[in-house]
């Protein structure tokens, strides 16, 4: 996995790419998070687009970047979320907790409303 | 007269010898107080015999009558007794160097005053008495002047009197002061002998000791002792003492030094010794003979004897060549087989170090072979500790527990550079603010030897200065360098030794795991009346993160659970193991299905971090009534197959369990009928992938086993694991794969 990051309209949108798979991608995105919180940048995007592939450890990366921005008062909301991963949200039924935009504007665009 | 010049000739060579020796001594390690004095000393005492021998020579070419002493050149030949001076220093910094203790080093060097006194008196003021009568005054003048003059000139007559009674005995009062030099030398040197305590350095003190002890005791036997006692031994016996005492003094010195490592002097100087010595022998043999045989050749081939001559020497040479051989391999034998020679030390390194595995006695072997080999007053290790991922001072003699380095020291970072042994002066500038600076100032390391593998540094020796107090010599470092890389692979060695035992051990330890887990897994799916069961799980590792279970909850009812955690492995199989226990726990309560998954939930989710988590379904299957109630975790939806082919998900429940806290479940009924198939499996089965990474997908799943249902549940399992394999074909799979098959019986009515 590798990992790029930037900010829109004051939203950082974090983007994986390649397969999700645990080991150093855990700590990878988990440093980053812990970077946004720590400058108080708690509004976050992650871009999926790039991401081919996801295991059970990756889905669980995916869920503890979620938990550890919404103890820390954050959010963080899914874009371009791809069929695969979709129809594993759907199975593990994390459709209804993970909210999930077609596009990153759009998920930006959520966070204005919120 | 033959007498005289073997007199002369002899006084030659050892005279040259010793000088000889004080050059190479001296050249070989000027920087070293010891090698300085040594070399000072013996170049005196090389140049007491050469001197005679200029003294034998001006002799035979004297006018009869003539005295030796009266040529004032002859008399520079005083100058050898700075010896006995060099020699009292020498007795203060060997064999410890107790010089440095002193309060003013310098003030020592006092002692020479009295034999430049000696050299200064015989040089310049030859006669006395003529001084005298220059300013001798006439007693009977009157004046000032006189009052004035009388008292100067009687304290001058006075001094110029001691001055010339000095003069005429100078050989006896001088005498006196090099025989007092003799004496408190071997008595500092006696002293000095207690406070050796290594047993290498005891044997080469001793050997020196005797030499000096035996060559000064023959010297003052035969010089010394009859200039000042009153007795006389005859000339020639005189002189033979004299050489005796000087070549056997010298020879102990050599063999201290090539045998015992006295002076850091580097091996090849200590082999230009033993060449030299072989061929002084072959020289002087070879002289004699050569000599011998112009004796005989003269008379017999008249004019022809020089050619002749030449065509022997050639013979001559050409037998000698064995014989030189001989004599180089006798002394080899007998000087070189030493403990400091490199080669030894290093083979008794190496067969000492590649049997030993244990770390610890490994690091005890080092220390021994250091302190005996090189004398090295202590050894401090300094290593990757991968306990704490950090380098630390090891505990050992001085250091009573383990001191942690940060990563960040300046000093470990400036050592991190190092390749070679390095003195520790080199490394002030990195002293301050670091902790490891700060260890190896007060544990007053000298030296740090750097041990690097291909590219890490696996750590450090540190070395304090020699029990001896001498610095280390370049033969000293350029040996340590070489043993650092030895130390390098034994360490390494140890460590991979250690790793595989744990490796084993961990190996061990998960068997075990796997025995406990099967345990765990239901030995056999429950013998109901009307369905029949079968279930199969496989591991892609020794344990995995699958499970499966039957439950019997009494009052006709039937627990059936399917689990996968996420990832493999330990920690996946502790989960499940987890979970299993809270499941059988919470359903023995009495909960229903939705408080029960809600409870686990919540225990999951504040037991473990939430990228932990565990997709499950539970069923319920009432064998009376065939109602089977349901809750779905996030799990891969079992497949409900009717006989007639529709396929039904059972998906109702909520989300995976153990990820975020306060889910809630959605419980579910459906009714089996006659001939339904209930399949369940986990993503092992649907995500197995072949080379082109193309999933099984639950669309074939699906497919598989509606094609499959009129076919008993064992069979079903055994073809849809081989339709997989035929997918993905490794063995064990990529994925924990665990498949349960439920087929309602046609045989028998349910009970109502």
Known sequence: MKLSDRTQDGIVVLSPSGKIMGGPDASLLNDKLHQCIESDQKKIVVDLAGVEWMNSTGLGILISSYTTLRNNGGELKLANVTDKIHSLLVITKLVSVFEAHDSVDEAVGAFGQG | MSLELAKIILY??????????????????????LNRMTGAMLACAGLGPLFMALGAIAEQGLAPGMRLDQISFYNIHYIWELFFPCLLVFSWIYPIDRFRSFKHPRMAYLVFIPQITHVIIILFFPEFTKLLSIIEIDPTQEGVAAIVLKPIARLFSWILLLASYVRTNHEVIFGAFNLIYVFSAIFFLETGRPLVTSPRLKKQTEVVLW???????????????ATVLPYELPAGLTSVLILVAMLTGAGFFIFATIRHQFLDVRLVFRQSFVYTITSAILVGTYI?????????????????????????????????????????????????RTRTDPRNVMGRFSRQLISQFDPGQLRKIISEILKTSLLVGQVYFVLFDDEVEEYALLPGEDVPHREVIGRDDLMLRAINLLDRPTDMSTLSDYMENSKLGALLEKNKVRLVLPMKDSQHLLGFLALTDKITGYRYSSED???LGVLSNQMVSALTNARLYVESLERIRLQEEVTMARQIQLDLLPSAPPILSCTEIHAQSTPSRTIGGDFYDFIDLGDDRVGVVIADASGKGMPAALMIAQTQAMIRSELHNGNSISTM?????????????????????????????????????GHNCPLLVRSCGDVEFLQKGGPII???????YEESTVKLETDDLLFLFTDGLSEAMNEREEEYTEERICEFIVSHRDHDPESILRSIVEDVRTHDPSTPPQDDTTIIALKMNNGLEPHV
């Open chain 2, 12 to 33: 030659f060579l050892s005279g040259g010898f010793l000088v000889f020796l004080a050059i190479t001594i001296t050249r070989d390690n000027f920087g070293y107080r």
């Open chain 2, 211 to 225: 030499g000096t002890r035996f060559g000064l005791g023959l010297f003052v036997i035969a010089q010394l002792g």
């Open chain 2, 288 to 336: 004699v003979m050569v000599l011998q045989s112009r004796r005989f050749l003269d008379p017999i081939f008249g004019e022809q004897a020089e050619l002749v001559s030449y065509v022997f020497i050639v013979f001559i040479l050409l037998l000698f060549q064995p014989i030189n051989n001989w004599i180089d391999n006798i002394i080899r034998a007998l000087f070189m």
């Open chain 2, 477 to 479: 470092l350029n040996l």
């Open chain 2, 597 to 633: 998954l809600a409870n686990v939930n919540q225990q999951i989710v504040q037991a473990t971090s939430s990228e932990k988590y565990v997709t499950l379904f539970y069923g319920e299957l009432n064998t009376r009534t065939h109602e089977f109630s349901y809750a779905n975790a």
């Open chain 2, 658 to 664: 153990g990820a975020l806290p306060g889910m809630q």
